[in-house]
């Protein structure tokens, strides 16, 4: 999982699309594993903490549950359903502002929380100790018995962003993610494109360069030199 900074600025536009204009339950989803859903959601909630609002961030990406093992989870559960009670994130600031609820194991608790309404049901009783609930999702493409349809998930909530590794994910498979979010009458706020892969023109002009390093030493450092001072070349290819 990455770290994104609570100051970045590409993170603040998404707070200020989301969290800051009152969506209270929000679901980020991608298509493939590996598209950064974490990474966003968990630097989403600090953002949130940071404003003194009170995050409780659900861990139900079953496939890779990386935000449930920052707590020790609950033995115990808040309902008969068995879910468990949300742990305090430990940071270190000191900030008690967000909670996890790990990812649910049993396939007999994922099955009672695919019922209708379950889900939304459990939301509504979570805002009423929180201000904010954000949900990690399974991929879009590894939904099976064993996990909550992100889609579902999506349903359930206020609003939902969708993260796009730029480079990997195809438009095919971008397509029929959004097909089930409309399906399942989504709100989706907006697309979160990852460029983790996607360098800009300019890092990959500076990356070819380097190769003439060892013939050309001094073009190959004026051309650089250059690059590096054309803003237009940042343009991501």
Excluded at 210 to 230: M, N, S, V
């Amino acid at each position: 999982m990455i770290h994104i900074p609570e100051s970045y600025l590409e993170l603040e536009y998404i707070y200020s699309a989301t969290l800051a204009r009152d969506i209270k339950s929000l679901a980020i989803v991608s298509t493939t594993p590996g598209e950064g859903v974490s990474s966003l959601l968990l630097s989403l909630a600090k953002r949130n903490a940071f404003a003194g609002r009170k995050t409780l961030v659900v861990d139900f990406n079953i496939y890779n549950p990386e935000l449930s093992a920052l707590t020790k989870p609950s033995v115990n559960s808040n309902s008969s359903r068995g879910l468990p009670l949300p742990a305090v994130l430990p940071q270190a600031n000191g900030n008690t502002n967000i909670a996890i609820i790990s990812v649910p194991i049993e396939r007999k608790l994922v099955l009672g929380l695919r019922e209708p309404g379950v889900l939304q049901n459990h939301i509504t009783q979570w805002l009423d100790t929180y201000d904010n609930v954000l949900i990690d999702t399974s991929p879009m493409s590894l939904t099976n018995r064993a996990n909550l349809p992100p889609e579902y998930i999506s349903s359930a909530c206020d609003g939902t962003i969708l993260t796009v590794l730029a480079g990997r994910t195809t438009n095919t498979a971008v397509v029929n993610t959004l097909n089930k979010l409309n399906k399942a009458q989504a709100l989706l706020i907006g697309i979160v494109i990852n460029d983790q892969f996607n360098p800009s023109l300019k890092n990959e002009l500076l990356r070819e360069i380097e190769r003439f390093d060892g013939i050309l030493p001094t073009l190959a450092k004026k051309l650089c030199h250059w690059i590096k001072r054309r803003k237009i070349l940042a343009l991501e290819v």
